[in-house]
């Protein structure tokens, strides 16, 4: 997708990592909340940045959870969060891990 730009692949892991970090509690307040069509998009938005950046686990983690939220399929909320956000920590810290070897 990037044609071997490590230039560009290292802007969108700056990005995805400092520009607009995910918000582990507050995904964790909407849900509370019962907010779970705002949830979805919030899940969303961070799937699609993961998706740029080729982090396919976290990509589809993100889709089942707000597929969920947001009506589309049946499944369990708190299964799914948990699935999601430990993935999304293990996917920052090899991105963390990644640029300190670049």
């Not at 907010?35 to 998009?41: I, L």
């Amino acid at each position: 997708m990037l044609g071997g730009d490590k230039s560009l692949y290292d802007i969108l892991i700056k990005s995805f990592l400092y520009d607009v970090p995910f918000d582990e509690k507050q995904l964790d307040l909407l849900i509370t909340a019962g907010k779970n069509e705002e949830a979805g998009t919030f899940v969303h938005r961070c799937k699609g940045a993961a998706g740029q950046i080729g982090a396919e686990q976290l990509h589809e983690a993100g889709q089942a959870l707000e597929d969920v939220l947001k009506g589309r399929t049946q499944g369990d909320i708190p299964v799914l969060q948990a699935k999601f956000l430990g993935i999304y920590n293990e996917t920052v810290k090899a991105l963390i891990k990644y640029r300190m070897q670049s």
